[in-house]
């Protein structure tokens, strides 16, 4: 099975220290995409980026970072400055060929003040 | 706009009935998917729908489990008779048309507990 790998089951951080959460994903496909999705306490699963095979360039969204290397099949995900109300679950995701979304097993993120 | 409704948000029952969850996906949005979430297998997809049709159920866990889209903005998941090892959140997503890498869409999800 082609999968995605979230290594780090649990992370808890002091408020504004830096996180970075690790992803490895598995594929045989030259085309395919990318995602993290947040899904804080109430449950929602709340897309936060997608980022295509082709494009290796690594992107900033105001305190997030997303690190993208085809070498290693790594998308890693930081918080820079964390806020207690970036506590949440955070997966990795990746699209396979038939359209469906393979989650990683989630990691825990807890950022206490 | 309206996101992805689910309903019920919780249901409660006993061992051997039936539980049919709702989905009432994006308005125009032609994917739906049913995932389920539980601490031993994290999110595992069900099944998926494309133009109401289904793609892809090698998901669905056993015949106890059934989904059915009859059109563009309804489907349901129903589990005949539940088991205890049911007990699960169960997310329903869609997505728009386009290439079939565009993000889904989840719905706040439906947390069952079969006793």
């Known amino acids: 099975a082609q999968k995605v790998t979230q290594a780090q089951t649990e992370i808890s951080v002091v408020e504004k220290e830096d996180v970075t959460l690790d992803c490895v994903y598995e594929?045989?496909?030259?085309?395919?995409?990318l995602f993290w999705y947040k899904q804080p306490p109430s449950g929602e699963l709340v897309f936060l980026i997608r980022?295509?095979?082709?494009?290796?360039q690594n992107e900033i969204s105001g305190r997030y970072s997303w690190n993208f290397q085809k070498s290693t099949s790594s998308f890693n995900f930081t918080i820079t400055a964390s806020q207690v109300v970036d506590s949440a679950v955070y997966f990795c995701a990746r699209d396979s060929n038939t359209g469906k979304l393979i989650f990683g097993q989630g990691t825990t993120l807890q950022v206490k003040p | 706009d309206a996101g992805v409704i689910q309903s019920p948000r919780h249901e409660v029952t006993e061992m051997g009935q039936e539980v049919t969850l709702r989905c009432k996906p994006i308005?125009?949005?032609?994917?739906l998917f049913w995932y389920r979430q539980t601490m031993m297998r994290g999110l595992e997809l069900l099944i998926y729908?494309?133009?109401?049709?289904?793609?892809?159920d090698s998901g669905m866990p056993e015949d106890r489990f059934s989904a059915k889209m009859p059109n563009a903005s309804f489907s349901t998941l129903k589990i005949q008779p539940s088991e205890p090892r049911d007990s699960a959140v169960y997310f329903c997503?869609?997505?728009?048309?386009?290439?079939?890498?565009?993000?889904?869409?989840f719905g706040s999800g439906t947390q069952l507990s079969v006793l």
């Open positions: 594929t045989r496909d030259t085309t395919y995409y």
């Open positions: 980022r295509n095979s082709f494009d290796e």
């Open positions: 308005s125009g949005h032609n994917s």
């Open positions: 729908f494309n133009n109401n049709v289904p793609i892809d």
């Open positions: 997503a869609s997505r728009p048309p386009g290439t079939g890498y565009e993000k889904l869409f």
